[in-house]
């Protein structure tokens, strides 16, 4: 004589797993927790206001990059192919729009004596 024990269904295990993710979801939003999480995809999906030195970061490591390299694709960086909207008061609200190395006051010798064009942008 076997006997049986009685077992869950695999779609009972199925749906509570389920049961516990959502309320894990639920109660993080409750306490805060999707803030940060909300920013940083804001971050990488959208296109948002960066500070000055962020900037001239960026702008400094196309210098550097089309130093090393020479691919084109760092130079029309450079000369105004990226554009970065500043946000100068700490706001999250891009202040200055459109800002590219040169209005940036970033300087790159290798590119500027090579492209008269990069190295004549009206400031």
């Known amino acids: 004589m076997k ?21 894990v979801v639920v109660a ?3 306490t805060g927790g999707m803030s940060s999480l909300i920013n940083k995809i804001r971050g990488v999906v959208g296109s948002s206001a960066i500070d000055v030195s962020s900037a001239q970061l960026q702008c400094n490591g196309y210098c550097e990059n089309y130093d090393l390299t020479g691919l084109p694709s760092y130079r029309d960086n450079f ?26 006051n970033v300087n790159c010798p290798v590119i ?9 942008e009206p400031i």
Do not use: H
């Open 79 to 104: 000369c105004g192919g990226k554009t970065f909207d500043i946000d100068s008061d700490g706001d999250g609200e891009a202040d200055l729009e459109q800002q590219t190395c040169k209005r940036l």
């Open 28 to 30: 993080v939003f409750f």
């Open 3 to 23: 006997k049986r024990g009685q077992g869950l269904s695999m779609n009972t295990i199925i749906i509570t797993i389920l049961v516990v993710l959502v309320l």
């Open 112 to 120: 500027e004596n090579e492209d008269e064009e990069c190295s004549s």
